[in-house]
């Protein structure tokens, strides 16, 4: 009787500690998370490490947690290892896993990897639909990130019907309206203007009130590829309207501004508009992430070519595109093996060569190195540049053609 009370008392004793022992891991999981919130990363990254390391209940949420943190302070290949341990665990709580793939998701996409991301997505989606239970709004879907990667590699018409079919099954307002501003983005990327315009302009994306000047800045570039330059001034006039945003769409929306002001000769606010884009390109974007950095730095070179056009100070002017062909030409070609990037710099390549065609020395050189460039492009890039223009009029590729023929 003695040995089967001390059996009871054994079995309590444990089930108590084993409840302790949740306790003690959700609490410091918790813990970790107001950490967190509140700015002080060093104290949650040791209670998560700890956790991590006695390997027991809640070490792998805590990895998706330290992973988390690690992504966020740009640590890229420890994040990876983390939630690439998470996504190989044999853990039940699939949710936990697709927090792992959604953001190994994130960090490919982060890379340029986009390929990568692609396959990181479709595990994604095989693991959602075979659990059916699952709390949709624990994971978010990936179908703006799934579209975002296909258009990155040449893919635009499965980009767009991916985003167009997940408007039709969407029932939450707020992801209909990251999908609907998902889709004016790939129709900015790809020149349709008037297109992106009508998606940016929807009401539905009212409810990001978060994202609300940035969907502002993503209009004011698609009304510069429609002209439509008052509707520029009206959209910027509101006082520290271009402040406190992201830095990417913040740099379109100043040089949107900048391009207007340059079309209805204020050439002062124009040159402090470029300034400011000068000023984000150094002191917010790291030159690691090549594409980014080595854009932007090409569009606000470019304008400022075409504000030293309109002052008529030529030599500045021609100093400006050519920088912007002397950085596109030092930048390892395998850099760009996706077909937007790729293609999208030899835009800004073409365009230098056709001002530096039209004001400056050399011309017959710069039109057979404009003419080579022309002649690497496959249809498909050729296509793509065609449609596209950033405060140029007409096909680039129809006018460098032209002038051969001179």
């Known amino acids: 009787?003695?040995?089967?009370?001390?059996?009871?008392?054994?079995?309590?004793?444990?089930?108590?500690?084993?409840?302790?022992?949740?306790?003690?891991?959700?609490?410091?999981?918790?813990?970790?998370?107001?950490?967190?919130?509140?700015?002080?990363?060093?104290?949650?990254?040791?209670?998560?490490?700890?956790?991590?390391?006695?390997?027991k209940e809640g070490s792998v949420?805590?990895?998706?947690?330290?992973?988390?943190?690690?992504?966020?302070?740009?640590?890229?290949?420890?994040?990876?290892?983390?939630?690439?341990?998470?996504?190989?665990?044999?853990?039940?709580?699939?949710?936990?896993?697709?927090?792992?793939?959604?953001?190994?998701?994130?960090?490919?996409e982060s890379e340029g990897n986009y390929d990568l991301a692609i396959e990181y997505i479709l595990k994604f989606n095989e693991i959602?639909?075979?659990?059916?239970?699952?709390?949709?709004?624990?994971?978010?879907?990936?179908?703006?990130?799934?579209?975002?990667?296909?258009?990155?590699?040449?893919?635009?018409?499965?980009a767009i019907r991916l985003v167009e079919e997940n408007l039709k099954d969407n029932s939450s307002d707020v992801n209909k309206a990251k999908t609907i501003k998902q889709l004016g983005e790939i129709f900015l990327e790809l020149g349709r203007y008037k297109e992106a315009g009508d998606c940016f302009l929807k009401k539905e994306l009212f409810v990001l009130e978060d994202q609300k000047r940035e969907i502002k800045y993503f209009l004011m570039m698609s009304l510069v590829g429609l002209k439509d330059y008052d509707k520029i001034f009206k959209l910027s006039s509101e006082k520290g309207f271009f402040q406190g945003n992201k830095k990417e769409s913040l740099i379109l929306g100043l040089?949107?501004?900048?391009?207007?002001?340059?079309?209805?000769?204020?050439?002062?606010?124009?040159?402090?508009?470029?300034?400011?884009?000068?000023?984000?390109?150094?002191?917010?974007?790291?030159?690691?992430?090549?594409?980014?950095?080595?854009?932007?730095?090409?569009?606000?070179?470019?304008?400022?070519?075409?504000?030293?056009?309109?002052?008529?100070?030529?030599?500045?002017?021609?100093?400006?595109?050519q920088k912007t062909i002397e950085i596109l030409e030092v930048i390892p070609q395998n850099r760009y093996k996706y077909f937007t990037e790729r293609t999208n710099l030899n835009f800004f390549k073409l365009l230098s060569y056709y001002e530096l065609i039209i004001i400056g020395n050399d011309k017959e050189e710069k039109i057979n190195e404009a003419l080579l460039l022309i002649n690497s492009l496959t249809k498909k890039e050729k296509e793509y540049i065609e449609i596209k223009e950033i405060g140029n009029e007409g096909s680039i590729i129809k006018k460098i053609n032209s002038l051969k023929k001179r």
């Open 1 to 55: 009787m003695m040995e089967f009370l001390i059996l009871i008392l054994i079995l309590i004793l444990g089930y108590i500690f084993i409840k302790e022992y949740k306790n003690f891991s959700k609490l410091n999981l918790e813990k970790s998370k107001k950490y967190l919130k509140s700015g002080k990363a060093d104290q949650a990254e040791k209670i998560l490490y700890f956790l991590i390391k006695r390997n």
């Open 61 to 108: 949420e805590a990895m998706n947690e330290l992973g988390k943190l690690y992504f966020s302070q740009g640590k890229n290949i420890e994040a990876r290892i983390l939630f690439e341990n998470v996504y190989n665990s044999k853990i039940q709580n699939s949710n936990f896993i697709l927090i792992a793939l959604k953001n190994l998701v994130l960090i490919a």
């Open 128 to 158: 959602k639909k075979k659990y059916i239970n699952l709390k949709s709004n624990k994971v978010d879907d990936l179908v703006v990130n799934f579209s975002r990667c296909f258009l990155k590699i040449g893919k635009s018409k499965k």
């Open 255 to 321: 040089y949107a501004s900048a391009i207007a002001n340059l079309k209805k000769d204020n050439k002062d606010e124009a040159r402090k508009k470029f300034d400011k884009i000068f000023n984000i390109i150094i002191s917010s974007l790291n030159i690691n992430e090549f594409y980014k950095f080595y854009y932007y730095s090409c569009l606000l070179y470019y304008g400022l070519g075409k504000l030293e056009i309109k002052e008529k100070k030529y030599e500045e002017a021609e100093k400006y595109f």
